[in-house]
């Protein structure tokens, strides 16, 4: 293997999308990400990398030989191979030469060719197990910009991490000797609807760049899948259109947030027109986690070392001047007084607020740092869950009075699980849904919805439970859920341990 190789990894490209239909900025230049230069900036880091990698294996080849004499030849031999061919230099002198004399215009030609490769060649649905394969090839076949958008967190993304790493803590406690045959994944009551399971697709902006047909193939899947969708407010339709897209009785809820005080005003009449013309509408989440857009550096940097001179377009998600309204209680009371359609507050952080939504009348919460785009260092949602559920019912209010819900980190249908057991009504998710419409389009949302059916099923009759509702705190220990950061690391272990294979490129 070439260090050439390995230093090349993830290309770029041109994206080929249209951005938003409406309401958002135009990206039709597809200028902002027109990002192609990877390779040179991966270029630009081979010089300083080289004589560190070379250090860092030959070091691994000198411990390897010291302590395990008989498999070292074999190993170090593998791994000299590696150098040769790097300290050599031909090959990487070659590919230098070429790159000096491709132009800027035939480096784009040449990495969206190889992008486009990597499209037509991606693995069949059929070799996707779960949803960290959808990841995978999203990031494969996405261009270097639009992977930076979605998958950035905020400053240096511990909440994104912790969202993630907090179900790790969690451990199960499973009865045994049940008869699970007919256990089913059916959600409890939801705003008066119910659905095949209790995890909907969350609000996201950017899904023109992830599919020419955007959302629509999230209403699509979420309606074949009978799972809600979280109708975003910044939906590249317009929402009459868009809901004419939905099945007749499919029900969903709506993402909503404000930029002026004149947006404001008018939420009366907009929550008006969705009573009269849209019923399956079952709530209204409005965002309260929006004084001010997160630092969203890696989506940054990523696109400033594509193209310094970008400016426009997407770079207007991560800027600090886009300017939401900066709500607060007495907004939201309000709100809440001027619709019949329950309010959802999205995005809050911490178990006295959700006292305080209950206590204003609302209909629920969505705890949710914003999938780690927002304020780096908020808690993990599934903590503040456990926590929160506690704090309500003993101010004496009734779980069906007040629905929670989280998003953020969720990925197996085990996550979903141990989320109903802290006392979530449903779970959102929203990259695994992004990734699967950018790799596989609406046949990719409903395989990933379906993966997290049956890994929810499978997982509830291990546990020994048949429906949702015997899913409580004693189905689980949450003893080290509080201990934030922490991993252990069995060396001899995952020295022995394979990685589980990607799914196979066809060529
Ligand atoms: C690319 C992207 C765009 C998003 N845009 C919005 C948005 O416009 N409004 C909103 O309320 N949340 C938005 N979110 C946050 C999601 O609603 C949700 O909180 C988050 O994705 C959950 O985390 P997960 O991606 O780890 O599942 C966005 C998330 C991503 C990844």
Redesign the pocket.
Known sequence: MKLSYLLKGVKSARVTGVFPRRGLPSCNSHKCLSTVSTASYHGKQRASYLPYLILGVSAFVVASHQTVQNDTKRKSNRRIIVIEDDVDGEDEDEDEDNEEEETSEEREERLEQERQDRIKNKPPLSQIFNISDFEFVAKQVLPPGTWG??STGSDDEFTLRE?HYAFGRIFFRPKCLVDVTKASTESGDIFGATFDAPFYC?????SPMAHPDAEKNLILAAGNEKIPYLV?I?CSYPLDTFMSFAKPDQENFH?L?FYTEEQLENAPAYFKNIEDNYPNIKAFFI?VDLPCLGNREKDSKIRAALDPSVNDGLSVFAAPTIKYLNLTWTDMEKLKNSTKIPIVL?GVLRKEDVLKAAELGLGGCLL?N????QLDFAMPPIEILAQSRKLLRENGVKDEDFKMFI????RRGSDIIKALCLGADAV?????F?YAMASYGQPGVERAMQLLKEEMLRDMKLLGVNSVKELNEDMVDIESLKFKGISSSDILYNSNYTNMPPPPFTK
């Open positions: 958008y979605y969202n969350t609000a996201f902006a950017g975003p910044q993402q947030h965002n999205k949710s914003h999938g780690g785009r998003d953020g980190g969720i959102g998710l929203g990259r695994p992004l």
